[in-house]
């Protein structure tokens, strides 16, 4: 959360943290890291099967791991409250945006796009439109807009993270 400092006449923005919701440690991402656990989970269970049950708890356990601190890099490959600003500060500027009408409206296609294209690191967004037009549809709330309406939304804040500079990434020995 940002906080506002005053001082005088002047109002500084402290930078998001992104802290945790339960702990508070900062650059915390729950939802990359839970998505990230979940298929290391499957995935290590498959691998560690061969060995029998044994072998599938170990290696959902070990899969669990890697694939949470694997999706954690992914989530922090952009800032969910800086491109949120992003938006909300340029939406009205685009072509496909009615005139007058509220950030809301975009808001769930504009968040759709860039938590999207951390979802789905490496594809293109033709090739996963199909699961974006499913994921605005399930959280769209009562914005109003159709796919058709959305859909240029969606794909511009998927083009501003697939052009933004990321940071590098680091490797887990383990």
């Known amino acids: 959360m940002k906080t506002a400092q005053t001082t005088g006449t002047e109002r500084h923005i402290e930078p998001?943290?992104?802290?945790?919701?339960?702990?508070?440690?900062p650059g915390a991402h729950p939802v990359g890291t839970g998505v990230g656990a979940a298929g290391g989970a499957a995935a290590g269970a498959a691998i560690g099967a061969v060995a029998g049950p044994v072998g599938a708890a170990v290696g959902l356990v070990a899969g669990a791991i890697a694939g949470g601190l694997a999706g954690k890099g992914v989530a922090e490959t952009f800032d969910p409250?800086?491109?949120e600003a992003y938006w909300k500060a340029n939406y009205a500027k685009q072509q496909y945006v009615e005139r007058n009408a509220p950030y809301a409206t975009y808001q769930s296609a504009y968040r759709t796009g860039y938590e999207g294209r951390s979802r789905y690191p490496g594809k293109r967004y033709e090739e996963v439109e199909a699961n974006l037009q499913r994921d605005y549809e399930r959280t769209r709330g009562t914005a109003g807009l159709s796919w058709d309406q959305a859909r240029l939304a969606t794909r511009d804040a998927w083009n501003r993270l697939e052009t933004a500079p990321t940071r590098p990434a680091v490797l887990v020995a383990g």
């Open 81 to 83: 409250t800086a491109e």
């Open 16 to 25: 998001d943290a992104n802290r945790d919701p339960l702990t508070g440690t």
